[in-house]
T-cell receptor
Framework: GAGVSQTPSNKVTEKGKYVELRCDPISGHTALYWYRQSLGQGPEFLIYFQGTGAADDSGLPNDRFFAVRPEGSVSTLKIQRTERGDSAVYLC???????????????FGPGTRLTVL | AQSVTQLGSHVSVSEGALVLLRCNYS??????LFWYVQYPNQGLQLLLKYTSAATLVKGINDFEAEFKKSETSFHLTKPSAHMSDAAEYFC?????????????FGKGTRLSVIA
């Protein structure tokens, strides 16, 4: 596909349940980012992958959150024992190489809206 | 640590009027700066970015922004607002070339355009 895709677009779950959110980056992009956007706020960084490895996971709020990218392409964000405060839009972005140079732009997917009841 | 402050959570302009959305940044090193736009129920779309090549940056849809180091600002402007410009706008910063590439976003400014 031409852009970053995320599935599902909406996810409603009950408190305490486990959820998985999927991100398909732009083909050839080695860097992948997850952000969380709460209502009325800007996106907040969660975790950044360079290839298969997590280069920076300092934004993960606690150990209930985990993300993987086993083959260096698709990534899955996993949330255990969901809480109502986890309700937000989860955004994924990818960039060509993550080197931070002038051409290394992050392109965002449409997001997954997670609602925890 | 970097931070971004967007002045005004909501800006309302008349169609055809000047659009000015304000952004001030804090960074310990010369930053890269970005403006993204978010339409309802959509992801973020890059409007423009500053990477030190020129202080006046032109983006899509006639938007532009000027990097002013002395004021630590990167305000977004458009000469004439269209109804289709109504959206949420986010300013963001990242460290230049430090390898620390995740973006730090402001809280956003909602732009309303009145007919």
């Amino acid at each position: 596909g031409a852009g970053v895709s995320q599935t599902p677009s909406n996810k409603v779950t009950e408190k305490g349940k486990y959820v998985e959110l999927r991100c398909d980056p732009i083909s050839g992009h080695t860097a992948l980012y997850w952000y969380r956007q709460s209502l009325g706020q800007g996106p907040e960084f969660l975790i950044y992958f360079q290839g298969t490895g997590a280069a920076d996971d300092s934004g993960l709020p606690n150990d209930r959150f985990f993300a993987v990218r086993p083959e260096g392409s698709v990534s899955t964000l996993k949330i255990q024992r969901t809480e109502r405060g986890d309700s937000a839009v989860y955004l994924c972005a990818s960039s060509l190489d993550g080197a931070g140079g002038p051409t290394d732009t992050q392109y965002f997917g449409p997001g997954t809206r997670l609602t925890v009841l | 640590a970097q931070s971004v402050t967007q002045l005004g959570s909501h800006v309302s302009v008349s169609e055809g009027a000047l659009v000015l959305l304000r952004c001030n940044y804090s960074s310990s090193v010369p930053p890269y700066l970005f403006w993204y736009v978010q339409y309802p129920n959509q992801g973020l779309q890059l409007l423009l970015k500053y990477t030190s090549a020129a202080t006046l940056v032109k983006g899509i849809n006639d938007f532009e922004a000027e990097f002013k180091k002395s004021e630590t600002s990167f305000h977004l402007t458009k000469p004439s607002a269209h109804m289709s410009d109504a959206a949420e706008y986010f300013c963001a910063v990242s460290d230049r070339g430090s390898g620390n590439t995740p973006l730090v976003f402001g809280k956003g400014t909602r732009l309303s355009v009145i007919a």
